[in-house]
């Protein structure tokens, strides 16, 4: 069988950018994908041409990847499908708009930008340009969240009625971050909200809209405590309200902050997310970036838990994030190749977006993020919050 070929372009080399790059070395027939590849030929940094080479060698790229010393050098590679953009969520506006110009498709990590305005101009340049452009928000795509979507719309839950979802870590920013890193720097668009609180969204999401036939955005009250040294977010509490017409509104309680744990000890002993219907309950445990268990449990006794390990051979341990934590397990994927694949299955059957969250989605859960932020009146320097393009920042 001849084996559809996605050709990667990198941009930027930072943490997150290592672990795809890493990932999408793990062979697709790990994971009963026999009708694609993928590789990388090309990266850039925008520190060096030396850097964007080091990186290259790191994920175990083809020598013949071309390592460039800058974005524009990339945009403008036709031997270039796509571009993963791994920059901070602050430069995503204005790096996936150059790819976008540039006429390539384009993968943008999580949140796509800063504000609803920023997605719906990107969404609006894909479009017009006919491109692919998808929201990397890799959870979505793994098989335990297809199960878990599975369990609400087979019925199986009952009426689900409510999720809870939490994505916090336990790093006071006092003691874990400078100010100038990107959690709490608000040029870099720092914050609990964008960073993480976007995964708690995520889960509430795809639980109470995605599967939804005539999906309704929902209303939204929420409580912020800002970080008082820069000024972002330091934990939020949201309170989203689905409309129903016939089943009545379903409720989501998405949570996320940096003082306390979903997960305290590491060990997974409490669920970070539950979604709750009249016939019983399903718990997904932490991180809920990255969940590996869930139980089912229901009113007729069934209790049903399930492990969902990412297939390697997985090239060991490789993620490392700005909280010095590390979860990939030795041996295991990561797990971010289940979101590149459908990169290559959308392109290579013709689809503009992703499969599990539309850009449509993208942008009511930006207007969610939009609000709260309004609630609060947390805003970021105009530079990173502006539809202008191009803007040098
Ligand atoms: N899916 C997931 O699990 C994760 C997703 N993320 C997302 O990925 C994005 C990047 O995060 P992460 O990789 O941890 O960040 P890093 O700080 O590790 O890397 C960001 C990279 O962006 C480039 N960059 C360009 N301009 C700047 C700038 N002004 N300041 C800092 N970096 C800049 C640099 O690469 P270069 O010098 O090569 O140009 C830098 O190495 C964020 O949007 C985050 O939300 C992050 C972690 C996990
Ligand atoms: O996407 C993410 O998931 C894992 C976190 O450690 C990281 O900060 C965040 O960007």
Request: net charge negative.
């Amino acid at each position: 069988m001849s084996k559809y070929q996605l050709k990667w372009g990198i941009l930027a080399t930072g943490g997150i950018a290592e672990s795809f790059g890493r990932d999408l070395s793990v062979n697709p027939e790990t994971r009963d994908r026999k009708d694609i590849e993928h590789v990388i030929v090309a990266a850039a940094s925008s520190s060096s041409s030396d850097r964007a080479k080091k990186y290259l060698k790191a994920v175990n790229a083809p020598d013949s990847a071309k390592a460039y010393g800058s974005y524009k050098e990339l945009v403008e590679d036709s031997n270039v499908d796509i571009i993963y953009v791994a920059t901070p969520h602050s430069h995503h506006y204005q790096n996936t708009m150059q790819c976008l110009e540039a006429g390539k498709n384009v993968l943008c990590e999580k949140s796509l930008t800063v504000n609803a305005a920023q997605a719906e101009a990107l969404i609006k340049k894909a479009k017009e340009k006919n491109l692919f452009l998808m929201e990397a928000l890799w959870t979505r795509y793994f098989p335990l969240s297809i199960y878990a979507r599975e369990m609400v719309t087979s019925g199986k839950l009952g009426t689900v009625e409510r999720t809870f979802a939490d994505l916090s870590f336990g790093s006071a920013p006092e003691t874990s971050f400078e100010d100038s890193h990107r959690m709490v720097n608000p040029d870099l668009a720092g914050g609990a909200l964008l960073d993480l609180g976007i995964y708690a969204l995520t889960w509430v999401f795809q639980t109470l809209y995605t599967t939804q036939k005539n999906p309704q955005p929902p209303t939204v009250q929420s409580s912020m405590r800002k970080y008082e040294k820069t000024g972002v977010d330091q934990q939020t509490t949201m309170l989203l309200s689905f409309p129903r017409k016939e089943q009545g509104d379903a409720h989501g309680i998405a949570t996320t902050g940096m003082r306390v744990a979903s997960d305290p000890n590491g060990n997974m002993e409490a669920p970070a997310i539950r979604i709750q219907g009249s016939e019983g309950e399903l718990m997904v445990f932490p991180p809920a970036f990255r969940p590996t268990r869930t139980k089912l449990v229901l009113k007729d006794g069934t209790v049903d838990q399930k492990e969902w390990p990412h297939p390697g051979p997985g090239p060991g341990s490789g993620f490392k994030n700005g909280f010095g934590g590390n979860f990939m397990p030795e041996g295991e994927g990561f797990g971010m190749f289940w979101e590149a694949d459908e990169c290559a299955y959308a392109l290579k059957e013709g689809r503009k977006e992703g499969k599990y969250e539309s850009l449509d989605e993208s942008l009511v859960i930006m207007k969610v993020m939009d609000e709260v932020r309004k609630q609060h009146g947390f805003t970021l320097p105009e530079k990173i919050e502006t539809t202008k393009y191009p803007v040098d920042l």
